[in-house]
């Protein structure tokens, strides 16, 4: 069994050796090991893709932080340490403006709608040559981000004054549109924040990091999703075996797309299960209308400022549209 690096690569294809064995892939998930995403996606696409192979290629899921953590990931793939990755975009800051469509305010329903619209962006060419450096596998994105508060919240000018976090500066920007104070503090330690009033809310989905237990009011106003990305070092992808080229291109298509997708809307419908069994108190507005002319002028400032950006929001859209 041999582990590819960059370097034997090269070597291989310039004198021609046979793939005697197996070749085996690192995927690194920055993910603890206990998290549901392995058990049912991550482990069953590596094995597919082995299996697939024809005794080409052995992909092997590590999980844990160990080989790369957020925000290295791109710089670790690139180097050959790991050959598949998944990582978060906005731990990349300016490196994917187009791709942050995805967390702007009322552009999808679903984790899977705005999924698929994402790799459609991707597919017609929209926002390719952001990933121009990388082989895409797969980009999926998190489900729509919801105001969760330790206060209550009815409407819109329930959010003024209110101190609430954000996880990226979309996020951030939002919370000061609603009349809110964004507060820079880092997700991990929202739960003790919201349980000792360091911040009264949190922008975010239902299921990370057990906030439905130190929050009771959640507001279903669709404010955008985190983009992630899965992908490997685009020369070695190159440099395997037609049989394994095929393996990991027939198993990173719509279908692992869609499947990737529904994974994180069950995750958002298992959180939003456990905010009901608590009793919470969860507002869903028949009229958006207040919010929507309150977020739009975020939508507007990343319009002006991404290149192409009324089109791509359009084509987001309309793919996510499709989608539902």
């Given at each position: 069994m041999r582990t590819i690096s960059l370097s034997a690569l090269a070597l291989t294809v310039m004198t021609g050796v046979a793939w005697a064995e197996p070749v085996k892939l690192i995927f690194a998930s920055p993910a603890p090991a206990p998290t549901p995403l392995h058990a049912a996606v991550l482990e069953g696409w590596a094995k597919k893709v082995t299996e697939d192979s024809n005794g080409t290629l052995e992909v092997e899921l590590v999980t844990g932080g160990t080989l790369a953590a957020h925000g290295q990931v791109l710089d670790r793939v690139n180097m050959g340490v790991v050959q598949i990755r998944w990582d978060i975009q906005g731990y990349y800051p300016g490196k994917f403006p187009k791709t942050e469509v995805v967390a702007l305010p009322f552009g999808f329903e679903t984790a899977e709608a705005g999924t698929m619209a994402l790799n459609k962006l991707l597919e017609d060419g929209v926002i390719a040559d952001e990933y121009r450096d990388v082989?895409?596998?797969?980009?999926?994105?998190?489900?729509?981000?919801?105001?969760?508060?330790?206060?209550?919240?009815?409407?819109?000018d329930d959010i003024k004054g209110l101190k609430a976090a954000g996880i990226?500066?979309?996020?951030?920007?939002?919370?000061?549109?609603?009349?809110?104070?964004?507060?820079?503090?880092?997700?991990?330690?929202?739960?003790?924040?919201?349980?000792?009033g360091v911040i009264d809310a949190a922008l975010e989905s239902y299921s990370p990091f057990r906030l439905a237990e130190v929050t009771s009011h959640f507001v279903e106003v669709p404010m955008g999703g985190n983009a992630a990305m899965m992908f490997?070092?685009?020369?070695?992808?190159?440099?395997?075996?037609?049989?394994?080229?095929?393996?990991?291109?027939?198993?990173?298509?719509?279908?692992f797309d869609g499947q990737m997708g529904a994974f994180w809307d069950g995750a958002a419908a298992s959180g939003r299960g456990m905010v009901e069994k608590a009793g919470g108190t969860i507002v869903k507005p028949a009229d958006t209308a207040a919010w929507e002319t309150a977020l739009q002028p975020v939508i507007d400032a990343w319009v002006a400022g991404t290149e192409g950006g009324q089109a791509i929001l359009t084509s987001f859209r309309a793919a996510a549209q499709s989608s539902q």
């Open positions: 082989k895409v596998l797969n980009l999926f994105t998190f489900p729509n981000g919801y105001m969760l508060s330790t206060k209550p919240i009815a409407t819109v990226n500066p979309s996020r951030q920007k939002m919370i000061s549109a609603l009349g809110g104070v964004p507060v820079s503090l880092s997700i991990v330690d929202w739960y003790q924040g919201l349980s000792r490997m070092n685009r020369e070695v992808f190159e440099g395997l075996p037609p049989e394994a080229q095929q393996a990991i291109e027939a198993n990173s298509g719509p279908e």
